[in-house]
């Protein structure tokens, strides 16, 4: 079974550009998360999907970060402008829609915003 | 609002020993626990997934206990390796599938 899948690995931007980050699920997972993790800290709950709508996104800072998710299986997270206390590592992770089952996470970006 | 934590937040021990990690939560209503691990720089590996309903789970030196109605959870580690050495994270996750982490505790096992 293939798992999370997420690009880019590694982003270096400059502050007040724009990034974008891929995830795609594992198959059949309905449900997927965005999680942000700072240096030293527990990863952060940005945004949950539920196929394409949103569950949860009332930790996403709405003025720069935006998320879709289209036809319910590949999700995309943009930043745009980024700030230095950006950097951080995004994660992503999918679960089947009950709520007794098992998360999966991807390998993650790791995003340097100078 | 559920508040996730985990102590020590740091831990060293030589080879050999064996430890415990601790996680508590705030709100009981969960319908799960999940502990992960995490090596510098990488993503999140399942470790093991207890149901509300379990009170532990056991996946070869490593065993995890749920104490839903007092809010917390430990994970054992048996005989540790210097390849343990990692950061554990426990998760909750409540009834709309939202997944909450605690803040980490990182391990350090010495050879």
């Known amino acids: 079974e293939a798992g999370v899948a997420q690009s880019p690995r590694y982003k270096i931007i400059e502050k007040r550009q724009s990034v974008a980050f891929w995830c795609n699920p594992i198959s059949g997972h309905a449900t997927l998360y965005w999680y942000q993790q700072i240096l030293g800290q527990g990863p952060k709950l940005l945004i949950q999907?539920?196929?394409?709508?949103?569950?949860?996104d009332s930790q996403l800072p709405k003025d720069r970060f935006s998320a879709e998710r289209l036809k319910g299986v590949d999700s995309t997270l943009k930043i745009q402008p980024a700030k230095l206390e950006d950097s951080a590592v995004y994660l992503c992770?999918?679960?089947?829609?009950?709520?007794?089952?098992?998360?999966?996470f991807g390998q993650g970006t790791r995003l340097t915003v100078v | 609002k559920q508040e996730v934590t985990q102590i020590p937040a740091a831990l060293s021990v030589p080879e050999g020993e064996n430890l415990v990690l601790n996680c508590s939560f705030t709100?009981?209503?969960?319908?799960?626990l999940q502990w992960f691990r995490q090596d510098p720089g990488k993503g999140l590996t399942s470790l093991l997934l207890i149901q509300s309903s379990q009170r532990e789970q056991t996946s070869g030196r490593l065993n995890a206990s749920l104490d839903k109605s007092s809010g917390r959870s430990t994970l054992y580690i048996a005989a540790s390796q210097p390849g343990d050495s990692a950061t554990y994270l426990c998760?909750?996750?409540?009834?709309?599938?939202?997944?909450?982490f605690g803040t980490g505790t990182l391990l350090a096992v010495q050879p």
């Open positions: 999907f539920q196929n394409n709508g949103v569950v949860d």
């Open positions: 998760a909750v996750r409540g009834a709309t599938n939202k997944l909450i």
């Open positions: 709100d009981s209503a969960i319908y799960n």
């Open positions: 992770a999918s679960s089947l829609v009950p709520a007794g089952t098992e998360a999966f």
